[in-house]
């Protein structure tokens, strides 16, 4: 069936449409089953333009495995030759992604597949190879005009998956990545949300409501209507405060400093990551944190950095100097008194203290989000990366990416600064037994 036909059809209304259906041959039924622009919503065509990426954030049973599956048939039948297929797991890629490219494909035109590891071929010569985010090394090597990547916010290794993925889109005349998503409130799904070259298409479960059970669609209304989990997994919304966040976005900008007063104390807090610093691991958060004649705290600057320990114990002593600091504290954990040479190695005569992690990160971090809540602590400068760290604090645990270094070196520092307030709350003992009239001393629980 020519477009223009099915075009026509897409255009009238459903008496004069069923009408011109009912008027057609079998095999001009049959081409219009297969006709993707027919069936289509026009938020499940990729949009005209030149553009890099289209970031599809949608809503559970939206369709977004059915766009994608569409997309990658119009790739090849336009002239793509080679394809990534990006998906969560391995069995997400199996049964989801794949299983779908060959489902929408009319038999004439379905390739053929290879499994463990996946390969597709379509009968023109195009192929397919199958990836997943658990193993983000897999994608060093190959070339890609054609990615398709499927619910990224979900992937455990997210930023490295999407960064090696990048470094595979160099074949072809115009490569073209579609990622199709229910979002969260990671950093990597902000960024390309941010990306000249995004065009993003927003859907909401509801847009599907003609293809989805009515009772289903009660249910979720009933439930999740006007909550975050269903803002979020029902109409698409990017929200940038994690559910149970110690620190959101407006406490943050509520947190800026235009300038910063005559200090009383300054500390350089070191979060060691325990690796080599060639080996890809996690960064070693360096952040400068000061207390003002004013009694307010000041996080100044964030030196992290992923480095060999000679590298960032010359950074952290270099920090010390130029802020003209009291002392370096440095957690001890990761490497127990090396950590101490490194820095004593790095800078003769430094101040140095360490601390000791007895207690989990969301622990150690509520008090000092409470002086946030207090307005006690201002941020000056741009401290972007460590802002997104503190706002996947939450208070069952820490939900971004890899290891939070660098909000880890800020609570260290405002620790050290607000003593009293860090204080783990003793253990409580029973009250002895009084005679009447005899009152105990008063007792401060607090430290």
Same mark, same amino acid.
């Given at each position: ?317 270099? %920090? +010390?100097? $130029?802020?003209? *600091? @009291? =002392?370096?504290?440095?957690? /001890?954990?990761?490497?127990? !008194? ?12 430094? %101040? +140095?203290? $360490?601390?000791? *992690? @007895? =207690?989990?990160?969301?622990? /150690?971090?509520?008090?000092? !989000? ?78």
């Amino acid at each position: 069936m020519n477009s223009s036909l099915a075009s026509s059809l897409a255009s009238l209304d459903p008496t004069e449409r069923q009408s011109l259906l009912e008027s057609l041959t079998e095999e001009q039924s049959r081409e219009l089953l297969w006709d993707w622009r027919f069936w289509a919503r026009p938020n499940q065509i990729a949009p005209d333009g030149e553009w890099q990426t289209w970031l599809a954030l949608a809503g559970r049973g939206f369709g977004k495995t059915e766009a994608g599956a569409q997309w990658i048939r119009e790739r090849v039948k336009g002239g793509a030759r080679s394809i990534a297929l990006v998906a969560e797991t391995q069995k997400d890629l199996e049964e989801v992604m794949v299983a779908r490219i060959i489902a929408i494909h009319p038999p004439d035109e379905a390739p053929s597949v290879r499994f463990k590891p996946v390969r597709m071929v379509w009968p023109n010569g195009a192929v397919a190879l199958g990836y997943n985010g658990t193993e983000p090394n897999q994608l060093r090597g190959p070339e890609f005009d054609t990615a398709w990547v499927d619910e990224l916010a979900k992937y455990r290794y997210a930023r490295e998956t999407w960064d090696m993925l990048q470094f595979t889109m160099r074949s072809g005349d115009d490569p073209r990545v579609f990622v199709t998503t229910t979002p969260r409130p990671i950093p990597v799904i902000r960024e390309i949300l941010a990306d000249a070259g995004t065009v993003v298409t927003r859907g909401s479960t509801f847009d599907n409501a003609a293809n989805l059970p009515e009772q289903f669609l009660a249910r979720l209304k009933e439930r999740y209507s006007g909550t975050r989990l269903g803002r979020q997994e029902l109409d698409a919304e990017v929200l940038d405060d994690a559910p149970g966040a110690l620190w959101t976005r407006a406490m943050l900008d509520d947190a800026r400093a235009r300038e910063l007063p005559e200090m009383q104390r300054i500390v350089v807090a070191v979060d060691p990551s325990g690796t080599s610093g060639e080996d890809g691991g996690d960064m070693v958060g360096i952040v400068v944190a000061g207390l003002g004649v004013d009694g307010l705290g000041y996080v100044i600057a964030d030196r992290t950095i992923s480095a060999s320990p000679s590298v960032w114990g010359r950074r952290a002593v270099a %920090a +010390y100097h $130029e802020f003209e *600091a @009291s =002392r370096i504290v440095a957690e /001890r954990n990761y490497g127990g !008194a090396m950590v101490e040479h490194v820095i004593k190695a790095a800078g003769s005569g430094v %101040a +140095y203290r $360490e601390v000791t *992690a @007895s =207690r989990g990160k969301s622990v /150690r971090a509520e008090p000092i !989000a409470a002086l946030y809540e207090q307005r006690r602590v201002k941020h000056y400068g741009d401290l972007a990366d460590l802002e997104d760290q503190m706002c996947q604090f939450t208070t069952t645990g820490y939900i971004g990416e890899r290891s939070p270094d660098r909000a880890d070196a800020a609570i260290w520092a405002l620790t050290d600064l607000f003593p009293a307030i860090a204080k783990p709350e003793p253990k409580k003992t029973p009250k002895p037994a009084t005679r009447p009239g005899f009152a105990p001393s008063p007792t401060s629980w607090m430290g």
